[in-house]
């Protein structure tokens, strides 16, 4: 793909300082693009890094001003800040339930809407989050991460369709396991990979068809398409990639 359209544009990534968040922002700025870099804390210094909770909406409305005043009119925005607190639903405490909705469901909720009245305003742009194939599959322990993941997709669709007569795409990447520190910390022993993949009927997991583990710059490839031009008839999708795990459901 043909990166150059991303020479001098300017992206918003939350998430950006590990994972797939870091992996999206390094693609992005590999292409030209000039990326804010937003997640709650960085492990070391860099160049246009924002400091936020994405829960806070008026901290995030004010990162959002910051960004625009130093680096230029928004052009893109992807999200990918969340948390997962792994458990039974029947044994999930107000606090998970409620943290996990308000990072990975409210976060990207503040996002989108500081970003996308600005796109509204200027009549372009393109939104992409990162939600999860446990946002269409039942997953035992993941409830309120797979339902906030699906809360926040039917959202980001919504928000497509009032926002499309304005030329502003909004899609979704939904990433199967990935490996980030979220997936490893899943994982009790070396072998924890190759669970994954063979998968466990007992948890009605099917494993993975691909035999592998995607990689943050698989997920990243996929983000950077929808943002481009060769995307340009996309919105209100949802793209899975996950190797196959969920059979395309």
Known sequence: ?????????????????RGIGKAVADALAKSGATVAAVDIAFASEGKNQFMVDVVDSA?????ISAVEHQLGEIDYLVN???????????????????????????GAFN?????????????????????????????????????SKAATSHML?????????????CNIVAPGSTDTDMQRQLWVDASGAEKVIAGSLE???????????????????????????????ITLESILVDGGATLGC
């Open 203 to 233: 948890n009605y997991r099917l494993g993975i068809p691909l035999q592998r583990i995607a990689t943050p710059e698989n997920i990243a490839s996929v983000v950077l398409f929808l943002l481009s031009s060769n995307a340009a008839h």
């Open 157 to 169: 669709k919504c928000l497509g369709l009032e926002l499309a007569q304005a030329n502003i795409r």
């Open 1 to 17: 793909m043909d990166t150059s359209e991303f020479n001098g544009k300017v992206a918003v990534v939350t998430g950006a300082a």
């Open 111 to 147: 996002l989108c809407r500081a970003v996308g009245r600005r796109m509204l305003l200027r009549k372009r742009g393109a939104i992409v989050v990162v939600s999860s194939n446990a946002a269409s599959i039942p997953r035992i322990g993941m409830g309120a991460y797979a339902a």
């Open 80 to 106: 990918v800040a969340g948390i997962l607190r792994m458990g039974s639903l029947l044994e999930c405490s107000d606090d998970d339930w409620q943290r996990t909705f308000a990072v990975n469901t409210t």
């Open 59 to 63: 901290a995030v409305n004010k990162t």
